[in-house]
DNA sequence: TTGCGTGCAAAGGTTTTGCATGGCA
DNA sequence: TGCCATGCAAAACCTTTGCACGCAA
């Protein structure tokens, strides 16, 4: 027989990660912050969770300004190609940007200089509003209750 | 006696990488560039190459679509701040895309959205021409005779 | 001669894979 | 009972570091 198995792993995690949308995980962040709710999950298993989200389309993998994968719960409702997705190159966290003029750009990229766009993928880098105060930033560890939009 | 040595490896690579302005390397493709010029250069050699020519702000870094870290070379005149950098994610070569859409973006979402962006590290994700022409691809080695502006 | 540069080998860190065991249906 | 899922350990990968030797100045 084929099929998923419902188990509590995957159940907690999908909890989880929907209690904590759109805020941005390592699948080793992922896994601590299981941990810290009292339910163990091994490292890989976390890693092949958040693959399978992925392949699911509810939720999105990049890498952070160090280079590490994290992941983004979205529930599969995010429609990107709508909004810009950038990331803060100091706390780490990914935040979307309803935008009109996200469509104005690909369509001016593509008319103009012959470049397909997908928004979806595309990240542009730099200072959310929290770290732009200064301070001492708040780590990347992407736990820091913050929600994906700015 | 402080100052940097000239050797014949990082005369010949830096020629190399004149010759090839704009055009994407990984170190281990530098290094088996160089190799098929017939010098042979260190994978090791190569990285520290290749990163101190960051420092000096005559090449970029970046990961491709692979998560490979990737650089630019650029001479150190590139404006980076008036153009786009484009990924394309089949051939994971870079381009630049001069547009004055640049500043007109980063004008709008610091104004709108109280994000600051930074126009050096942020890279659009997509196709570029030759890629959206189909066929197989290049690969994502570089190597390719293609130049950095589209 | 001095000390920077090189490249091998080894360490480091993250992600993936193999495999025996455990748990869902 | 039959699979799928889990998690440990090990492998795989890319990148960085340590160190002895070589070479530029």
Redesign the interface.
């Known amino acids: 027989m084929r099929g998923e198995y419902q188990t509590r792993q995957k159940r907690e995690m999908t909890r989880f990660l929907a209690e904590h949308a759109m805020q941005c995980f390592s699948a080793e962040e992922l896994a601590r912050a299981m941990e810290a709710e009292g339910v163990r999950v091994g490292l890989t298993t976390a890693y092949r969770f958040l693959e399978s989200l992925c392949r699911q389309q509810t939720a999105r993998r990049y890498?952070d300004a160090r280079?590490l994968?994290r992941y983004q719960y979205h529930g599969g409702d995010a429609d990107c190609e709508k909004h810009?997705h950038?990331m803060c190159?100091r706390c780490g966290n990914m935040?979307h940007?309803d935008?009109e003029?996200v469509s104005e750009?690909s369509r001016?990229?593509y008319a103009?200089?012959?470049?397909?766009?997908?928004a979806r993928?595309?990240?542009?880098?730099?200072?959310?509003?929290d770290c732009?105060k200064g301070g001492d930033g708040h780590g990347a560890d992407g736990t820091s209750g913050r929600d994906g939009d700015?």
Chains 1, 2 share one sequence.
């Open positions: 890498q280079g994968l810009f950038v190159s935040f940007v935008c003029m750009l001016h990229l103009e200089h012959g470049f397909r766009v997908d993928e595309s990240v542009l880098v730099g200072l959310c509003r732009q700015l």
